[in-house]
């Protein structure tokens, strides 16, 4: 079973910054992506990136140039840099393991959410 820990939210100024962090441990397949997603209120939970077990990222249109994904597979351990924050970007965030099974199928797993407010 795997478990994800996020950590690095909290309240930062438009224009700051803020990294991000999420620690996976358990029984974790060779086949695999992290990545992030964000929720904010009364909004649907988008995706904002991933990068794949070989270190290839993705990324939502909207945050490319912004928001750069790293990972240190040593440590399971999967970054997100935000940079020039928008009031915008305020919401909960969310680490994302997604497990791709030989069939084709695939199987995620989150952690719990980290909040991230952006204001003056």
């Known amino acids: 079973q795997v478990q994800l820990v996020e950590s690095g939210g909290g309240l930062v100024q438009p224009g700051g910054s803020l990294r991000l962090s999420c620690v996976a441990s358990g029984t974790i397949a060779s086949r695999h992506t992290m990545g992030w997603y964000r929720q904010a209120p009364g909004k649907q939970r988008e995706f904002l990136a991933s990068?794949?077990?070989?270190?290839?990222?993705n990324y939502l249109d909207s945050v490319k140039g912004r928001f750069t994904i790293s990972r240190d597979n040593g440590k399971y351990t999967v970054n997100l840099q935000m940079n020039s924050l928008k009031p915008e970007d305020t919401a909960v965030y969310y680490c994302?393991?997604?497990?791709?099974?030989?069939?084709?199928?695939?199987?995620?797993?989150w952690g719990q959410g980290t909040q991230v407010t952006v204001s003056s």
């Open positions: 990068i794949t077990s070989v270190g290839i990222p």
């Open positions: 994302n393991l997604r497990t791709w099974f030989l069939n084709g199928g695939s199987r995620d797993t």
